[in-house]
């Protein structure tokens, strides 16, 4: 099979879908990797890199994107959706159910779908999510704390304050790994940390974890109210797989934080947690003021720190992507349920649940369309 991978294009998004040690593990298994010039230099990667472990270097993203596979890290923005074509397999993060037009898109063109953040083991666990997750949730923190400064519109709150002062108060609503990992951060700087979720299980384990260096609460309107109101920084961390975030943080609750708090919803790549969070913001221009609170809605955190997060991405996404080369879409899901859970678009139909839902289109469950297929076959 030839995959494609193009260069990213959203606001400085620097992560590829590929690196050179991901060609070299299509080239054993005998398929083409076509790279677009210059597609891995924000993480480092030259294209004499990419060449000399096998792929070939073309010149436009035309070129990338005519492969029977593309491999992307984001989601098309408009511009893409020209390359769309039926039966092309498109492999990248998508997150369709904040996103119509795209969703449209892909239903129109009859491209194959299948989105790295609804890959889903029988754990539940996120497999492809989590790496990125990893970083957002750290990140979350460093970038939380510089807001926080006054040159940048913050309070001017030291979140691990000094001796005889206060350390700042992080609130954290959602305690899966982005939760998880804004805590570790939020902890070693010294700052004073609530997280809240509607898992009690969850909560559990957080507590074992991280002892008395965290407090935790059950996530209800009641609570969130009464934590986001003394939060210097509040992190959204919040997901339901694939289906729009929970706006759990409403306007109300925001006005009643101080002036200069900083608000960081990682969330926003599925919609948003919090209601004053009605915009995606940019690497570019990162922010916004709303009732004097500091907002930050970066849709692909991670690409500001492409290095570590390209390599992280793609030692996940390429063991799978090198499944569906080798067997084809249709028999790799049937041969691995996590990835069946992955595609959430096929032939014109909506094959994931709470996409369909969000959008208002007829649910095809996956597995009937793959078992129909294979009778045809
Ligand atoms: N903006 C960005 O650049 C990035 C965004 N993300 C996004 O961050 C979000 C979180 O991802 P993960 O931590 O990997 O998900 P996760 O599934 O590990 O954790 C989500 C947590 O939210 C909890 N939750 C669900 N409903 C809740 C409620 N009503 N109140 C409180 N907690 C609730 C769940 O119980 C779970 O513990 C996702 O939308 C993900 O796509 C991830 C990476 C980068
Ligand atoms: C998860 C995601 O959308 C990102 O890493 O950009």
Request: proline content about 5%.
């Amino acid at each position: 099979m030839i995959i494609g991978v193009p260069k990213e294009i959203k606001n400085n998004e620097n992560r590829v879908g590929m690196t050179p040690a991901g060609v070299t593990a299509f080239k054993k298994n005998g398929h083409e990797v076509w790279i677009e010039t210059n597609a891995g230099s924000g993480s480092g990667f030259t294209d004499e890199e990419y060449q000399n472990a096998g792929a070939k270097i073309v010149g436009t993203a035309e070129e990338a994107w005519s492969a029977k596979m593309v491999i992307k890290v984001k989601e098309p923005v408009a511009e893409e959706y020209q390359n769309f074509r039926e039966g092309q397999i498109l492999y990248t993060y998508l997150h369709l159910a904040p996103e119509p037009e795209l969703t449209k898109a892909l239903i129109d063109n009859k491209v194959t779908a299948i989105a790295y953040e609804t890959i889903q083991l029988e754990n539940r666990t996120l497999p492809l999510l989590t790496p990125m997750s990893e970083v957002a949730g750290r990140m979350s923190i460093q970038i939380g704390a510089q807001f926080l400064e006054n040159p940048k519109g913050g309070r001017g709150v030291l979140l691990g304050g000094v001796p005889g002062v206060a350390p700042g108060n992080v609130v954290i609503i959602g305690g899966g790994i982005v939760g998880t990992n804004a805590a570790k951060m939020a902890i070693g700087l010294g700052a004073n940390v609530t997280i809240l979720d509607v898992n009690m299980e969850r909560l559990r384990q957080l507590d074992d974890q991280f002892g008395g260096r965290l407090k935790t609460l059950a996530s209800n309107p009641f609570n969130i109210a009464d934590a986001v109101k003394d939060a210097d920084l509040l992190v959204g961390a919040v997901l339901i797989p694939g289906a729009r975030a929970p706006q759990l943080v409403t306007e109300a609750m925001v006005k009643t934080m101080q002036p200069g708090a900083v608000i960081v919803d990682v969330a926003i790549d599925q919609g948003g947690s919090i209601e004053t969070v009605d915009h995606i913001t940019t690497h570019s221009d990162p922010t916004y003021i709303k009732h004097g609170v500091v907002h930050y809605s970066v849709a692909n955190m991670p690409g500001a720190v492409a290095r570590t997060s390209t390599m992280a991405l793609t030692n996940v996404t390429i063991p799978y992507g090198v499944q569906i080369a080798n067997k084809g879409y249709k028999q790799a899901a049937l041969d691995n349920k996590a990835l069946a859970k992955g595609i959430n678009v096929v032939d014109g139909q909506v094959t994931y649940q709470a996409v369909a839902e969000a959008h208002g289109y007829e649910y095809v469950e996956i597995e009937k369309n793959l078992t129909e297929a294979v009778a045809v076959l």
